[in-house]
């Protein structure tokens, strides 16, 4: 390897490029998410603790080996992604429906603990910018933070959806609109861009979860009674095939000056 191989390595970060292909991929996997997750948790009838116990099992699995890795690998990227979505499925739903604090509770837990996250990452590294993440210390608070956004995220969706009665249609266009006006704002305000990031990181789950199930929830509750197994399988078919298709290049690291700024 030479030395400009070398020092472009050095200005990687362990996390993909944000642009337009990254929030497509995510909100299929989002989607995915919720499907795949209730597929065990409910079609397979395994129940949300056992559902939880598998996929965080398999989270832990892939965010240690994606943390060990030298550089982004797209695959691996994603695959952790999906796992730490599925995961948030069923631990928000094992919170909220097994344990009994409701979505209300539930979704006010997890937004502390997402800011919790946040903030402690913030102290430890200096700063929360994507393009910073590529050391050890930085990826484990930023898949910590991830994985309390994709069980806020899960929460969020079935209480706008289940107890305000917008409905899982209305929810999806009501997420989607949110996240339409972040755009807005990032391309036609001076609005902190970190906030926003992580702002539409979060909506992007409440998005997937409800439009995941108004593709698997039965007629009588409001959704189009697909197959979960299959609607799982398609939307893993659709990702595969973006990530493929779709350019996939790591994020870059500005260096020291970026760490010591503000974010």
């Known amino acids: 390897?030479?030395?400009?191989?070398?020092?472009?390595?050095?200005?990687?970060?362990?996390?993909?490029?944000?642009?337009?292909?990254?929030?497509?991929?995510?909100?299929?996997?989002?989607?995915?998410?919720?499907?795949?997750?209730?597929?065990?948790?409910?079609?397979?009838g395994l129940g949300y603790l056992v559902g939880t116990a598998i996929f965080l099992a398999i989270f832990i699995a892939l965010a240690a080996w994606q943390i060990s890795a030298k550089r982004f690998h797209p695959?691996?990227?994603?695959?952790?992604?999906?796992?730490?979505?599925?995961?948030?499925?069923?631990?928000?739903?094992?919170?909220?429906?097994?344990?009994?604090?409701?979505?209300t509770g539930g979704s006010a837990l997890l937004l502390v603990l997402v800011l919790a996250s946040l903030a402690a990452w913030k102290l430890a590294t200096g700063s929360i910018r994507v393009e910073t993440v590529r050391t050890p210390k930085a990826e484990a608070f930023y898949w910590l933070?991830?994985?309390?956004?994709?069980?806020?995220?899960?929460?969020?969706?079935?209480?706008?959806?289940?107890?305000?009665?917008?409905?899982?249609?209305?929810?999806?266009?009501?997420?989607g609109a949110l996240l339409v006006l972040l755009a807005?704002?990032?391309?036609?305000?001076?609005?902190?861009?970190?906030?926003?990031?992580?702002?539409?990181?979060?909506?992007?789950?409440?998005?997937?979860?409800?439009?995941?199930?108004f593709?698997?929830?039965?007629?009588?509750?409001?959704?189009?009674?697909?197959?979960?197994?299959?609607?799982?399988?398609?939307l893993a078919a659709a990702i595969l095939l973006l990530i493929l298709v779709l350019p996939q290049r790591a994020g870059r690291h500005d260096g020291g000056a970026e760490e010591r700024s503000s974010s």
């Open 1 to 44: 390897m030479t030395r400009d191989d070398l020092e472009r390595a050095a200005a990687e970060s362990k996390v993909p490029a944000v642009t337009l292909g990254f929030w497509a991929i995510k909100i299929l996997a989002t989607t995915l998410g919720e499907t795949g997750g209730d597929t065990v948790s409910m079609t397979m």
């Open 75 to 103: 695959f691996l990227y994603w695959a952790t992604i999906i796992a730490s979505t599925t995961a948030g499925t069923t631990m928000a739903d094992f919170a909220t429906r097994s344990m009994g604090i409701g979505y």
């Open 145 to 175: 933070t991830i994985t309390f956004s994709q069980t806020l995220g899960t929460a969020l969706g079935d209480w706008v959806a289940d107890t305000e009665g917008v409905g899982f249609g209305g929810g999806a266009l009501l997420f």
């Open 184 to 213: 807005i704002l990032y391309f036609r305000s001076g609005v902190n861009r970190v906030f926003l990031f992580w702002a539409a990181f979060i909506l992007t789950r409440p998005l997937g979860a409800t439009v995941g199930d």
């Open 215 to 234: 593709l698997d929830k039965p007629l009588g509750q409001g959704g189009l009674a697909f197959s979960r197994p299959l609607a799982t399988a398609a």
